[in-house]
């Protein structure tokens, strides 16, 4: 009977005895195939159509966005980027689509404000927004604006601030719904002021405008590129653009910051990928999107919408994606807002 020792010697003794330099040849040969096959990949990409994702109907913001930088992306990679309308749960669906989708460069998910807002919003996800999306290049700042019917005796932020405290929960702060960025825009000024407003989520922006001009809402913090022609007719009343400096689309209308320190709430929009994404796919993705956001055309049609492009490499991205994750955690605890 063969001895077990004498097995074990038998079966780990490599059949040929190779030259130790040759063998360490071969293995640092293996080691680099995969890292030759990712480079390779990520020199030929994209080879077919690539899927965009965004999380809201279209026509909104966010899919205005997605158009526009898909159809720069596609004139760039030589293949189409084709813009995926997922909406429903605050955007929730798409962000968990393209989680577990195959993290090769051919699922791309449109990330937003709300992506940060969810992930403390939700208590129940079936994704990790931070562990399960890797960062690949951001494309646009937007502010709000925030604005209030002319019933309002107020025409200046801390006119509000001072008509908001002599009338404690009198005002009806309108919003898009519970836990949007608009009503989160308004919930950080009430962190930072200590006034007090009645909070009414409608379903959507349009029945929340319907409301305000009817004055039956006093004041919303709205999406900035729907307000111009609402303030210069007089319908609405503009106090304050929620970015850290005045926009051009409405020059005369100071920044909340400027009465109210620290005060920031834009929304803004960038591009992710499933974790797990080739870096040199990532990385020339972002390459990609530079060079759009550089464009005098691209950069036009986005300054446009009232934005700001943010250039910027993926880790840049993924820390703007941690540190509003972090911010907006703070006033969705203050706000006690919270969805299932």
């Known amino acids: 009977m063969t001895n077990p020792r004498e097995f074990c010697s038998l079966t780990w003794r490599p059949a040929v005895q190779l030259p130790r330099r040759r063998l360490l ?6 080691a680099a195939v995969p890292a030759m096959a990712r480079f390779a990949s990520a020199q030929t990409y994209p080879v077919r159509p690539v899927h965009l994702i965004s999380g809201f109907p279209a026509g909104g913001p966010n899919d205005i966005v997605a158009r526009l930088m898909g159809q ?7 293949q189409q980027f084709v813009i995926e309308n997922r909406p429903g749960a605050g955007s929730n669906i798409a962000a968990e689509a393209v989680a577990h989708a195959a993290p090769d460069g051919y699922t791309l998910l449109m990330v937003a404000t709300p992506n940060a807002i969810n992930a403390t919003l939700y208590k129940k996800l079936n994704f990790d927004f931070i562990r399960d999306i890797a960062p690949v290049g951001s494309i ?14 107020a025409r200046t932020v801390p006119e509000f601030i001072a008509f908001a405290k002599a009338n404690p929960g009198k005002l009806v702060m309108a919003s898009p ?15 930072l002021t200590g006034i007090e407003l009645l909070h009414v989520p409608y379903r959507g922006g349009a029945p929340a405008m319907t409301d305000l001009i009817a004055g039956r809402a006093q004041v919303y913090f709205s999406p900035l590129f729907t307000m111009p022609e ?6 609405l009343r503009g106090l304050a653009v929620t970015a850290p400096t005045r926009s051009y689309v409405l020059p005369d209308v100071p920044a909340l910051c400027e009465f109210v320190p620290n005060y920031e709430a834009s929304t803004w929009f960038g591009i992710g990928a499933p974790n797990g994404a080739p870096a040199e796919i990532i990385n020339k993705l972002n390459a990609a999107i530079n060079a759009g956001l550089a464009d005098a055309k691209t950069k036009e049609r986005l300054v446009e919408q ?10 840049e991205f993924g820390k703007l994606i941690a540190d ?17």
């Open 25 to 30: 040849q071969l293995l640092a040969g293996a």
């Open 140 to 153: 646009v700042r937007v502010p709000n604006v925030m604005v209030v019917h002319p019933s309002v005796p």
């Open 230 to 235: 609402f303030i210069k007719a007089g319908t």
């Open 72 to 78: 720069w992306l596609s004139e760039q990679l030589g």
């Open 177 to 191: 719904g519970n836990g949007s960025s608009g009503h989160l825009s308004g919930e950080l000024f009430r962190m």
């Open 306 to 315: 009232g934005g700001a492009v943010l250039l910027g490499s993926p880790a």
């Open 324 to 340: 509003e994750t972090e911010k907006w955690g703070k006033v969705v605890k203050f706000a006690g807002a919270k969805l299932d």
